[in-house]
């Protein structure tokens, strides 16, 4: 497991997931799919906001509280922070992805990214990188970091969704290029079958139904598939 202090374990990939106190049917649908295939080397927490001083990580259950508001204007400060205590704290893991509770990974399409200067997802607009799947190398999120350090006030003072948000600052300020990765939308009611088979990720949308159950029987239903 991750300890508090700086440890050289071997960590390829290092995932967040955005989540709520009030989703734990989807968080126990995540755990048991596609983070049942993560490598020994890849790990994944949910990231919350608390009204903690410091950030809270507990590796077994894999959560990460960090002391922000837990608020859809503070996904970006919890990013944010997310990456800086991982940075401070764990000193091998090469990728990261930033994602949220509706998105069904295959891990072992993700395997043979760039390890340098490296930006891809889902790409909306040929504007930004989407939420949902937003993966960089990380001397990026290194330069992101000390960037957001120097300028504290561009995050304070952005009117723009955090993926559009970090897209822009990671392509115009970092001047590290987009590239989009092979991702499904999954939005309408077309059968599991008939879904591409070598996405990376699928985007877990409509219909949710109470409690998200929709989404919850789509998370199972694609691991069945392909388990």
Do not use: C
């Amino acid at each position: 497991h991750w300890k508090s202090a700086l440890t050289t374990d071997l960590q390829t990939w290092y995932i967040i997931l955005h989540t709520r106190a009030d989703h734990p049917t989807i968080e126990q649908a995540i755990r048991d799919t596609w983070t049942q295939k993560l490598s020994a080397h890849e790990r994944f927490d949910f990231i919350v906001g608390s009204d903690q001083s410091e950030p809270q990580h507990d590796p077994v259950q894999n959560y990460l509280a960090l002391p922000v508001a837990e608020t859809f204007a503070n996904i970006l400060r919890k990013t944010l922070q997310a990456w800086d205590y991982m940075l401070k704290t764990n000193a091998s893991w090469q990728w990261t992805i930033r994602t949220n509770n509706g998105t069904y990974f295959q891990p072992q399409r993700l395997r043979n990214l760039p390890r340098q200067n490296f930006f891809g997802g889902h790409i909306t607009f040929s504007d930004f990188v989407g939420g949902w799947f937003m993966v960089f190398s990380r001397d990026v999120i290194e330069r992101l970091v000390a960037y957001v350090q120097a300028h504290p006030h561009q995050v304070d003072q952005t009117t723009v969704g955090d993926d559009v948000w970090l897209s822009h600052t990671v392509v115009r300020q970092l001047h590290v290029p987009m590239v989009q990765l092979d991702t499904v939308y999954w939005t309408n009611e077309e059968p599991v079958a008939t879904l591409s088979k070598t996405a990376q990720a699928y985007r877990l949308s409509l219909p949710l139904g109470p409690n998200k159950t929709g989404r919850v029987s789509r998370f199972y239903s694609l691991h069945e598939q392909w388990t």
